[in-house]
């Protein structure tokens, strides 16, 4: 049995121009804000070369480490990764979410249950699971696929328009497994253990998850989150974002900081690293929340750890919605505050 609201897309009530209360905020869960005192703290947040933390660069470690310790998010250059390739995976993203619904329903996350009724689950398209006539919706819809290992994906799910987007997923994910790799080798010897340490407790089948999620303009974005403020359930987390987003949160010292957008279409990491394109330099801090602009993308890949071990405490992540139409595709996340 699903819940009423399950069937709710955000792109469809979104374009009706109004805010029905299932989306708003109770007080007591905090409104999103305009973060100015953060704003000038965030380009504090560090920046770490991936290519040199293969070659054991000490200095490079040094600065994993403070990342590590100050914040669990860091900006991430030398990652291999080519700007038309990342354009290509924001471009496909953006034209799966722009397809007709018909079309989307066809990966539907509500599907066939055994005893002739309809039930959720976690992949495919649609929004995320509704429980109870109290709950609060957050303001997006989203595309969710294991990617890792290959044997796992249930490809039902994966969208086959764009026609390119399969493909280009297969490849991030590949490519943003390295980077987590690197990263987690990387932690390893910072902690003064041997090199794969982490590696050896996740094993070579470790689970990895993408999700796209779209989040369309909203009428009043001060009144919604468009993904609740939440912790990370992965051993690390590869985001990439495109030049125009702005709105990623994380929570530092028992507040949330505004992180800066990327220049050149950069990307951040949790517990690891954010990629960044070939000129890594921070961007400006995204402003106050606005009621249009272009359609903006955010990439995550993140591979999860076995129940019994989970690496160190849990960090929060979050996204301050902008009130423009904004997509992210993420792995293994769950709740970033928007």
Aim: glycine content about 10%; aromatic content about 8%; charged content about 25%.
């Amino acid at each position: 049995m699903v819940h009423q609201a399950q069937g709710l897309l955000v792109q469809e009530v979104a374009a009706d121009g109004e805010l029905p209360s299932r989306y708003v905020l109770k007080e007591q869960q905090g409104r999103p804000a305009a973060a100015a005192d953060a704003q000038r703290a965030a380009p504090s947040i560090p920046t770490v070369d991936v290519d040199r933390l293969a070659d054991a660069d000490a200095g490079e470690a040094d600065k994993l480490r403070s990342a590590l310790a100050s914040w669990g998010l860091f900006a991430v250059t030398g990652h291999g990764m080519t700007d038309p390739f990342l354009d290509a995976i924001l471009g496909a993203a953006r034209g799966f979410f722009h397809l007709p619904t018909e079309a989307k329903q066809e990966y539907s996350n509500v599907v066939d249950a055994d005893d002739g009724g309809r039930k959720f689950q976690p992949e495919g398209y649609g929004v995320d699971r509704v429980d109870t006539d109290e709950q609060v919706l957050d303001w997006c819809d989203r595309l969710y696929l294991q990617v890792r290992p290959d044997d796992a994906r249930q490809l039902r799910f994966w969208p086959t328009h764009p026609s390119d987007l399969a493909e280009l997923l297969k490849e991030f994910s590949v490519e943003g497994e390295k980077v987590a790799k690197l990263v987690v080798t990387a932690m390893a010897r910072c902690l003064g253990f041997e090199e794969g340490f982490f590696l050896d407790k996740v094993g070579e089948r470790m689970p990895s998850y993408a999700r796209f999620t779209y989040y369309p303009p909203c009428p009043r974005p001060d009144l919604v989150h468009g993904l609740k403020p939440h912790t990370d359930n992965s051993v690390v987390t590869v985001l990439l974002l495109d030049e125009q987003v702005g709105g990623l949160q994380v929570l530092k010292d028992g507040s949330w900081v505004d992180v800066p957008v990327l220049g050149d279409g950069s990307g951040w990491t949790r517990s690891g690293a954010v990629l960044s394109r070939s000129k890594p330099a921070f961007g400006p801090a995204a402003g106050g929340p606005v009621r249009t602009g272009p359609s903006r993308l955010a990439v995550l890949f993140s591979g999860t750890a076995p129940a019994r071990q989970k690496p160190g405490p849990d960090r929060r992540a979050g996204q301050q919605l902008t009130g423009g139409e904004v997509v992210t595709m993420a792995s293994a996340i769950e709740g970033c505050r928007l």
